[in-house]
Protein backbone atom coordinates (compact mmCIF):
# COMPACT_ATOMS: atom_id res chain seq x y z
CA UNK A 1 0.00 0.00 0.00
CA UNK A 2 1.50 3.38 -0.52
CA UNK A 3 2.16 6.14 1.26
CA UNK A 4 2.80 9.64 0.08
CA UNK A 5 4.36 11.85 2.08
CA UNK A 6 4.97 15.70 1.81
CA UNK A 7 8.45 15.90 -0.57
CA UNK A 8 10.21 18.13 -2.80
CA UNK A 9 10.82 16.90 -6.49
CA UNK A 10 13.25 18.65 -8.58
CA UNK A 11 15.03 18.35 -12.15
CA UNK A 12 14.33 19.44 -15.81
CA UNK A 13 14.83 22.75 -15.04
CA UNK A 14 11.71 22.68 -12.02
CA UNK A 15 11.26 22.40 -8.43
CA UNK A 16 8.02 21.00 -7.07
CA UNK A 17 7.83 22.91 -3.54
CA UNK A 18 5.14 21.00 -1.01
CA UNK A 19 2.46 24.19 -1.21
CA UNK A 20 2.44 26.23 2.08
CA UNK A 21 0.60 29.25 2.93
CA UNK A 22 3.77 31.60 2.33
CA UNK A 23 3.41 30.62 -1.42
CA UNK A 24 -0.03 32.83 -1.57
CA UNK A 25 1.76 35.99 -3.03
CA UNK A 26 3.80 34.20 -5.69
CA UNK A 27 0.67 32.19 -6.76
CA UNK A 28 -1.22 35.14 -7.45
CA UNK A 29 1.29 36.43 -9.29
CA UNK A 30 1.67 33.71 -11.19
CA UNK A 31 -2.41 33.22 -12.10
CA UNK A 32 -2.31 37.24 -13.04
CA UNK A 33 0.32 35.88 -15.99
CA UNK A 34 -3.09 35.63 -18.77
CA UNK A 35 -5.46 36.06 -16.00
CA UNK A 36 -6.09 32.89 -16.07
CA UNK A 37 -9.26 32.66 -13.70
CA UNK A 38 -11.29 34.21 -16.49
CA UNK A 39 -11.36 30.38 -17.81
CA UNK A 40 -14.13 29.02 -16.56
CA UNK A 41 -13.61 25.45 -17.23
CA UNK A 42 -10.21 25.40 -15.06
CA UNK A 43 -10.07 25.92 -11.51
CA UNK A 44 -7.54 28.78 -11.18
CA UNK A 45 -8.03 30.69 -8.19
CA UNK A 46 -9.11 34.32 -8.26
CA UNK A 47 -6.36 36.69 -6.67
CA UNK A 48 -8.74 37.41 -3.76
CA UNK A 49 -9.34 33.45 -3.46
CA UNK A 50 -5.73 32.10 -3.46
CA UNK A 51 -5.47 31.98 0.16
CA UNK A 52 -8.85 29.92 0.34
CA UNK A 53 -7.57 27.88 -2.57
CA UNK A 54 -4.44 26.97 -0.38
CA UNK A 55 -6.10 26.26 2.38
CA UNK A 56 -8.26 23.88 0.80
CA UNK A 57 -5.14 22.01 -0.38
CA UNK A 58 -3.64 21.39 3.08
CA UNK A 59 -6.72 20.00 3.99
CA UNK A 60 -6.89 17.58 1.80
CA UNK A 61 -3.63 16.76 2.37
CA UNK A 62 -4.27 16.87 6.02
CA UNK A 63 -7.23 14.50 5.42
CA UNK A 64 -4.72 12.02 3.06
CA UNK A 65 -6.21 12.25 0.29
CA UNK A 66 -3.74 15.47 -0.99
CA UNK A 67 -0.23 16.29 -1.91
CA UNK A 68 -0.06 19.91 -3.41
CA UNK A 69 3.03 21.39 -4.56
CA UNK A 70 3.87 24.96 -6.09
CA UNK A 71 5.99 24.84 -9.27
CA UNK A 72 9.23 27.14 -9.57
CA UNK A 73 11.00 27.67 -12.62
CA UNK A 74 14.36 27.41 -11.73
CA UNK A 75 15.71 30.02 -14.51
CA UNK A 76 13.92 33.01 -13.50
CA UNK A 77 13.23 31.42 -9.78
CA UNK A 78 9.78 32.84 -10.00
CA UNK A 79 6.89 30.55 -8.94
CA UNK A 80 4.59 29.43 -12.26
CA UNK A 81 1.96 27.38 -10.84
CA UNK A 82 0.76 24.93 -8.94
CA UNK A 83 0.02 20.97 -9.23
CA UNK A 84 -0.53 18.05 -7.10
CA UNK A 85 -1.83 14.18 -6.11
CA UNK A 86 -5.46 14.18 -5.15
CA UNK A 87 -7.86 11.37 -4.99
CA UNK A 88 -4.87 9.48 -3.77
CA UNK A 89 -6.65 5.92 -3.07
CA UNK A 90 -3.35 4.12 -1.15
CA UNK A 91 -5.30 0.82 -0.98
CA UNK A 92 -5.04 0.50 -4.32
CA UNK A 93 -1.96 1.91 -5.35
CA UNK A 94 -3.88 4.90 -7.25
CA UNK A 95 -2.72 8.43 -7.02
CA UNK A 96 -4.03 11.35 -9.55
CA UNK A 97 -2.57 13.92 -11.00
CA UNK A 98 -3.93 17.08 -11.13
CA UNK A 99 -5.21 20.48 -10.24
CA UNK A 100 -2.64 21.71 -12.96
CA UNK A 101 -2.11 25.17 -14.39
CA UNK A 102 0.83 27.24 -14.84
CA UNK A 103 1.12 31.08 -15.45
CA UNK A 104 0.97 31.63 -19.47
CA UNK A 105 4.26 32.92 -20.28
CA UNK A 106 5.09 29.25 -19.41
CA UNK A 107 2.59 27.26 -21.20
CA UNK A 108 3.88 25.11 -24.09
CA UNK A 109 7.15 25.21 -22.90
CA UNK A 110 9.25 22.72 -20.99
CA UNK A 111 7.49 22.96 -17.33
CA UNK A 112 4.63 20.55 -18.07
CA UNK A 113 6.69 17.98 -18.87
CA UNK A 114 8.98 18.27 -16.55
CA UNK A 115 6.52 18.86 -14.03
CA UNK A 116 4.76 15.66 -14.89
CA UNK A 117 8.13 13.62 -15.80
CA UNK A 118 8.87 14.11 -11.84
CA UNK A 119 5.31 13.71 -10.59
CA UNK A 120 5.48 10.40 -12.91
CA UNK A 121 8.41 9.07 -11.57
CA UNK A 122 7.71 9.74 -8.25
CA UNK A 123 4.35 8.09 -8.14
CA UNK A 124 5.90 5.00 -10.23
CA UNK A 125 9.25 4.95 -8.64
CA UNK A 126 9.45 5.70 -5.26
CA UNK A 127 5.74 5.17 -4.39
CA UNK A 128 5.25 2.06 -6.44
CA UNK A 129 2.19 3.23 -8.19
CA UNK A 130 -0.26 0.50 -10.02
CA UNK A 131 -1.52 3.57 -12.04
CA UNK A 132 -1.65 7.24 -11.88
CA UNK A 133 -4.61 9.05 -13.42
CA UNK A 134 -5.56 12.63 -14.67
CA UNK A 135 -8.80 14.15 -15.66
CA UNK A 136 -9.82 17.21 -16.87
CA UNK A 137 -13.18 19.45 -18.21
CA UNK A 138 -14.32 17.91 -21.35
CA UNK A 139 -14.03 22.05 -22.72
CA UNK A 140 -10.74 21.68 -21.96
CA UNK A 141 -9.32 20.85 -25.23
CA UNK A 142 -6.03 21.87 -24.65
CA UNK A 143 -5.50 20.06 -21.34
CA UNK A 144 -7.57 16.92 -23.09
CA UNK A 145 -4.43 16.97 -25.86
CA UNK A 146 -1.92 17.93 -23.66
CA UNK A 147 -2.71 14.61 -21.41
CA UNK A 148 -2.75 12.51 -24.06
CA UNK A 149 0.87 14.03 -25.68
CA UNK A 150 2.01 12.81 -22.75
CA UNK A 151 1.05 8.79 -23.78
CA UNK A 152 -1.95 8.81 -21.31
CA UNK A 153 -4.31 6.72 -22.46
CA UNK A 154 -8.12 7.55 -22.47
CA UNK A 155 -10.11 5.65 -20.30
CA UNK A 156 -13.68 7.62 -20.77
CA UNK A 157 -15.88 10.27 -20.42
CA UNK A 158 -18.19 10.75 -16.67
CA UNK A 159 -21.20 13.04 -17.76
CA UNK A 160 -22.27 15.18 -15.65
CA UNK A 161 -19.75 14.76 -12.79
CA UNK A 162 -18.31 17.95 -11.44
CA UNK A 163 -19.14 21.96 -10.47
CA UNK A 164 -17.35 24.06 -12.02
CA UNK A 165 -16.67 27.50 -10.07
CA UNK A 166 -19.51 29.58 -11.66
CA UNK A 167 -21.86 26.91 -10.83
CA UNK A 168 -22.17 24.74 -13.90
CA UNK A 169 -21.79 21.10 -14.09
CA UNK A 170 -19.23 19.53 -15.99
CA UNK A 171 -18.39 15.85 -17.97
CA UNK A 172 -15.09 14.68 -17.13
CA UNK A 173 -13.02 13.09 -19.41
CA UNK A 174 -10.34 10.67 -17.51
CA UNK A 175 -7.48 9.38 -18.65
CA UNK A 176 -4.59 6.87 -16.74
CA UNK A 177 -0.70 5.54 -17.14
CA UNK A 178 -0.61 1.28 -15.91
CA UNK A 179 2.78 0.87 -14.05
CA UNK A 180 3.55 -1.22 -17.29
CA UNK A 181 3.62 1.77 -19.49
CA UNK A 182 5.61 4.18 -17.52
CA UNK A 183 9.00 3.07 -19.22
CA UNK A 184 8.20 3.59 -22.55
CA UNK A 185 6.23 7.18 -21.23
CA UNK A 186 9.45 8.08 -19.94
CA UNK A 187 11.54 7.40 -22.64
CA UNK A 188 8.65 9.34 -24.48
CA UNK A 189 8.96 12.47 -22.22
CA UNK A 190 12.83 12.46 -21.98
CA UNK A 191 12.63 12.89 -25.61
CA UNK A 192 10.48 15.72 -25.60
CA UNK A 193 12.44 17.87 -23.09
CA UNK A 194 15.75 16.46 -25.71
CA UNK A 195 14.08 18.30 -28.06
CA UNK A 196 12.99 21.41 -26.16
CA UNK A 197 16.58 21.97 -24.86
CA UNK A 198 18.31 21.64 -28.19
Known sequence: MIEPVTVT?????????????????????????????????????EPAQTRSYIEAALEGQAQGHMLPWA???????????????????AAIDRVEIGYTWYAASRQRSHVNTACKLLLLGHAFDRLRCAVVGLRTDNFNFASQRAIAALGAQRDGVIRHHAARRDGS??????FSILAAEWRDVKRHLELRLARHAA
Open 169 to 174: VRDTVM
Open 9 to 45: LEGHGVRLEPLALSHEDDLRVAAADGQLWTLWYTGVP
Open 71 to 89: VRDLASGRIVGSTRYHDIV
